[in-house]
């Protein structure tokens, strides 16, 4: 497996959707992870039956291109890390160059750069878009790779049906992808609390990325409406990134930092106890100015099954979604106004909002669940392979 978010040490707070898969695929594969080095990670470890090998791309104290917020946050706010690029590439090929044995097959996550790695390592591969790389990097030359990395591939898939639609129209004259998303632990981690009370009528959560797709700046602006209705209300955002100050400093002109928790990165083991004691969960998502949007948003997912009630954003790839659960609260995240009254509406009776949340449970088992996806993966692997 190429990729370039990956988990730096058990329990680590960035995305691990791609472990989460890789450990479900040893009993059928001997998985190997190249992924990039960062300060304070192994170069060479097992997680879990997977073998881990991060590569150095650049001087320790240079380690920054992925880490808190993504490569692409990354080099929009300090073009510089740019210059990286060249060596995250060069050295992610040369050490993945050392598992390229003859029955080797490579799973790409994202098109660029990990998809363009694959293509250069000349191994049947199966590439993964999980959105920024579709949605940005839309110049003449990216979209030439996209399409030469995508030709390449034996398979290729996409997380949500919104994300297939824009590869048919930009590249489907090379390759029509599958859906298929990544999972989520929703047998023994992200399961509802077994006493209903423990849920609070007041505390609206947030979790994710401080990154400018997530909409959490609107969330923030929402919060003096429903403050005006629920004086009791409070705010807790879970996650770390780029935007973080700029979203305290946004609190404080407001004049609701009182009401508003910056809890910081959590590892996942944790999150579920969040989840279960929100009233609501706020997700504000929205299309960034460089085009970059989710791509399907598995915090949704969590949350749901947790029996959490949902107010996302109106980004396509929600529809996967609130397709299995209509209990759903769809708004423009960027809608301050209608954000407020979608959150207002499921305060108004909290207990509601909750058992209508756990009737759409069994459906996002089926599709979510860790265990539907692994197998759905494997086998396709599997099919490259052949």
């Known amino acids: 497996m190429l990729a370039s978010t990956y988990p730096r040490w058990r329990d680590d707070p960035e995305p691990g959707f791609v472990h989460e898969l890789a450990r479900r695929l040893v009993d059928r594969f001997d998985v190997v992870a190249v992924v990039p080095h960062a300060p304070g990670a192994a170069v ?72 363009l790695v694959a293509r250069l390592l000349r191994k049947p591969y199966l590439v993964t878009s999980h959105g920024a790389d579709l949605f940005t990097l839309t110049g003449t030359l990216p979209t030439r790779i996209k399409a030469f990395v995508l030709a390449g591939a034996a398979k290729a898939t996409v997380v949500s049906a919104a994300m297939a639609s824009v590869v048919r129209a930009s590249f489907g004259h090379v390759r029509t992808p599958s859906v298929r998303s990544m999972g989520v632990d929703l047998s023994d981690r992200f399961t509802p609390a077994l006493a209903p009370e423990t849920r609070t009528t007041g505390e609206l959560l947030f979790v994710g990325r401080l990154v400018e797709k997530k909409g959490v ?76 949007q989710e791509g399907l948003g598995l915090t949704a997912v969590e949350a749901l099954g947790c029996g959490c009630p949902l107010v996302v954003g109106a980004v396509p ?62 086998a396709m692997l599997d099919e490259v392979g052949q």
């Open 44 to 115: 060479d470890e097992r997680m879990d039956g997977v073998r881990v090998v991060r590569y150095r791309y650049a001087p320790a104290a240079l380690e920054t291109l992925v880490q808190g917020g993504g490569m692409m946050t990354h080099v929009r706010r300090s073009p510089w890390k740019w210059l990286l690029v060249p060596g995250f590439l060069a050295m992610q090929w040369v050490v993945a160059r050392r598992f390229r044995t003859a029955d080797a097959v490579v799973h790409a996550h994202w098109i660029i750069p990990q998809g």
């Open 217 to 292: 700046r609107f969330l923030i602006e929402a919060l003096p409406t429903v403050l005006a209705r629920y004086p009791h209300a409070t705010l807790s955002i879970v996650g770390g990134g780029p935007l973080e100050r700029e979203l305290q400093a946004l609190a404080q002109r407001l004049g609701i930092a009182a009401n508003v928790t910056f809890v910081g990165a959590v590892a996942q083991a944790a999150l579920p106890a969040y989840y279960r004691r929100a009233a609501l969960c706020v997700l504000p998502f929205v299309r960034s100015a460089s085009g970059d």
């Open 317 to 378: 790839a929600v529809k996967d979604v609130v397709d299995i659960a209509p209990s759903v609260r769809v708004v423009d995240g960027d809608d301050v106004a209608a954000l407020a009254e979608a959150c207002c509406s499921l305060l108004d009776n909290v207990e509601r909002s909750s058992a209508a949340v756990l009737r759409n449970r069994p459906g996002l088992v089926g599709r979510f669940d860790w265990a539907s996806v692994a197998d759905d993966y494997a």
